[in-house]
């Protein structure tokens, strides 16, 4: 049974998973999409569906919660000036994840994960 299992190790550590997730999340915060495989796209949904949430509510702890996970001040700016606003009236589902085909070097299953309009 796999009670209280939840998430993939994605064969990294728990810090290289932890600086991952971060790193893509301010990609993604970035440039609104970006190509990974399915596996991380996985993880990174609930990740950034999180930190979206956060700029929703746009208070003060709101945003020291979310500069924990996003370093780069130009794309919590970003976060909280466009993005959260954006999302306002949205209850969820922020994200896309997109299907699109085998990688050709090791046939690792690639996807398209971006922000809805």
């Known amino acids: 049974m796999r009670h209280r299992i939840k998430g993939r190790k994605l064969n990294r ?3 290289h ?3 991952m997730l971060r790193n893509m999340a301010t990609s993604l915060f970035r440039h609104g999409r970006i190509e990974t495989t399915t596996a991380k796209a996985k993880e ?3 990740y950034a569906e999180r930190l979206i949430t ?3 509510r746009g208070d003060l ?3 020291r919660l979310a500069a924990r996970k996003i370093a780069d001040r130009e794309v919590l700016g970003t976060l909280f000036g466009d993005i959260g606003p954006r999302f306002s009236d949205r ?3 922020y994200t896309r994840i997109l299907k699109l085909g085998s990688r050709k070097g090791d046939a690792a299953e690639m996807s398209l994960i971006e922000l809805v309009d």
């Open 91 to 93: 209850p969820g589902g």
């Open 54 to 56: 956060l700029a929703k």
């Open 44 to 46: 990174l949904r609930p």
């Open 17 to 19: 998973r932890r600086a």
């Open 13 to 15: 550590t728990a810090a």
């Open 61 to 63: 702890h709101a945003r």
